[in-house]
């Protein structure tokens, strides 16, 4: 009997998304026991301050990583969209599974969407990039922190603490949320965070067996679509610090990326978008177009 030990994050999203690749995993290959070891992380436990200033969002993976060199875990499930773009050295990434919904999305107890706001609404969210796009849309509006899982992030929007927020679809979906969607945010105007949507899974690298189990699992359109927004991201040297944004769509044989690199303090944006078939080389293209329009500025700034 072959038994898989995957190690998650406690929050409720992260354990759904964590059961459903065990689903996915024991249907692969029958007969698989998968077993889910729960951890708490530094990411999970600090909600007082933003993820810039405390790390990054490589604290979500941190204890999960250690679990598996410490032969407690043989692999972990994460968003991709918290995968720093270069993984500690020792591990691979054999699965990404089919994406989501990309999209961020627009959540209001009373209004319809972002243009509805009136002057000074209080819009709670964390996110760089998603404070540049709002401030980029409607520079009036009073912009709040928010941390926390999605079901504390809806329980103080309910309390009055915001007139809007604005979560990941992939996330509201998943956990059965989907009346709370007001509007989705999307592309061309709206772009979410490279990866966004897209479930990984992580083990060791030299840990063969593992990986081929993982790599059932494994979608080749949605793993050339992320590879070239987070080759964009590595480019740029983007981190949850820079507000950056990207999303690749396959477009018959080729890929087309969009990328966006913004300014949370006063909502100043640059673009800029390319085509090609190899994904990390489009990644390059575009972070060099948007460095041509200005975005290292916008860069340092965020240092």
């Known amino acids: 009997m072959t038994i898989l ?28 026991v998968v077993e889910l070891v729960p951890l708490s992380t530094r990411g999970d436990e600090i909600l007082d301050r933003s993820l810039a200033a405390i790390g990054g969002k490589g604290l979500f993976l941190k204890e999960l990583e250690i679990a598996m060199q410490r032969g407690e875990a043989d692999c972990a499930v994460h968003s991709l969209k918290d995968v720093p773009m270069e993984l500690e050295p020792g591990f691979a990434l054999p699965a990404i599974l089919t994406r989501a919904d990309h999209a961020d999305a627009f959540v209001s107890n009373r209004f319809d969407n972002i243009d509805a706001l009136p002057q000074g609404a209080r819009v709670g969210t964390s996110s760089l990039r998603r404070q540049a796009q709002l401030r980029a849309l409607c520079p009036d509006l009073q912009l709040l922190d928010l941390r926390g899982n999605v079901n504390t992030r809806l329980a103080k929007l309910d309390a009055g603490d915001y007139d809007a927020i604005v979560l990941a679809c992939a996330g509201l979906q998943r956990l059965g949320f989907d009346a709370r969607i007001r509007a989705r945010l999307d592309a061309p105007a709206w772009l979410p965070a490279p990866a966004q949507g897209a479930i990984a899974i992580e083990c060791r690298s030299d840990d063969p067996h593992v990986q081929a189990l993982c790599a059932a699992l494994d979608d080749a359109d949605t793993r050339a679509c992320v590879s070239a927004e987070r080759a964009m991201n590595r480019a740029l040297h983007g981190s949850c610090h820079v507000p950056v944004a990207a999303l690749a769509q396959r477009d018959g044989e080729r890929l087309r990326l969009a990328g966006l690199v913004g300014s949370a303090a006063d909502g100043r944006v640059v673009r800029a978008q390319g085509e090609g078939d190899a994904p990390d080389a489009l990644g390059v293209d575009v972070a060099k177009q948007l460095l041509a329009q200005g975005a290292r500025a916008l860069i340092d700034q965020c240092a």
């Not at 409720?12 to 059961?19: C, D, V």
């Open 5 to 32: 030990r995957i190690a998650t994050r406690k929050s409720p999203l992260a354990l759904w998304q964590t059961e459903h690749v065990a689903d996915r995993l024991r249907v692969a290959h029958p007969g698989l």
